[in-house]
């Protein structure tokens, strides 16, 4: 086979790199795979020590969360909470003169096997200060458990500063349910 000069310093060159990864691979392996010294009796005790620690941090730290989460969430099953919620809603947009285009449950969805998110979705229409700011306020009042998950602003009419919101509200439960049905919408007009 003939080789122009310049093609056979390429190839050398090429064996050279490779020659040279390979020794440099050899001579220091990955400490991911551990398959270098195994660990020492101290080392493996510290590891486990260390494990332990934070699996009694990460007890303790539930154990501190619970009173908590008693405390946020309702212990009713979703199916109540929903129609609770839309009044509730609509209660909180009249008080802070919103106008509620749509009321939107959503499936509730399990968080953990204790703990359920039930989210209604909400459109609105009202000027951003300071009726829609005064509603989410209220939503998220101290004495409540509602909490505002997402929204989006869109601007709707320059004329009278209104803007259109579309925003997620969620109530937390203790008590699951087995909604297998899609909820169905409750618009006003």
């Given at each position: 086979?003939?080789?122009?000069?310049?093609?056979?310093?390429?190839?050398?060159?090429?064996?050279?790199?490779?020659?040279?990864a390979?020794?440099?691979?050899?001579?220091?392996?990955?400490?991911?795979?551990?398959?270098?010294?195994?660990?020492?009796?101290?080392?493996?005790?510290?590891?486990?020590?260390?494990?332990?620690?934070?699996?009694?941090?990460?007890?303790?730290?539930?154990?501190?969360?619970?009173?908590?989460?008693?405390?946020?969430?309702?212990?009713?099953?979703?199916?109540?909470?929903?129609?609770?919620?839309?009044?509730?809603?609509?209660?909180?947009?009249?008080?802070?003169?919103?106008?509620?285009?749509?009321?939107?449950?959503?499936?509730?969805?399990?968080?953990?096997?204790?703990?359920?998110k039930?989210?209604?979705?909400?459109?609105?229409?009202?000027?951003?200060?300071?009726?829609?700011?005064?509603?989410?306020?209220?939503?998220?009042?101290?004495?409540?458990?509602?909490?505002?998950?997402?929204f989006?602003?869109?601007?709707?009419?320059?004329?009278?500063?209104?803007?259109?919101?579309?925003?997620?509200?969620?109530?937390?439960?203790?008590?699951?349910?087995?909604?297998?049905?899609?909820?169905?919408?409750?618009?006003?007009?």
């Amino acid at each position: 086979m003939n080789t122009s000069p310049l093609g056979r310093r390429i190839i050398s060159l090429l064996i050279v790199v490779a020659v040279i990864a390979l020794v440099w691979n050899f001579a220091n392996p990955p400490a991911s795979g551990q398959k270098g010294k195994p660990l020492t009796k101290e080392e493996a005790q510290r590891q486990i020590d260390s494990a332990k620690a934070d699996i009694k941090r990460m007890s303790q730290e539930r154990l501190e969360m619970e009173p908590k989460i008693e405390m946020l969430s309702s212990d009713k099953l979703s199916d109540e909470l929903i129609p609770r919620m839309v009044r509730d809603l609509q209660r909180i947009a009249k008080e802070a003169n919103v106008h509620l285009t749509e009321v939107k449950p959503q499936r509730p969805r399990p968080l953990s096997d204790k703990l359920e998110k039930v989210t209604v979705e909400v459109r609105l229409r009202a000027p951003f200060q300071p009726n829609a700011m005064q509603f989410f306020y209220l939503i998220e009042s101290p004495d409540g458990k509602m909490v505002v998950d997402k929204f989006a602003i869109t601007a709707s009419d320059s004329k009278r500063n209104s803007v259109e919101i579309s925003a997620n509200v969620t109530l937390f439960t203790r008590s699951l349910s087995n909604l297998g049905g899609d909820s169905s919408n409750v618009t006003q007009k």
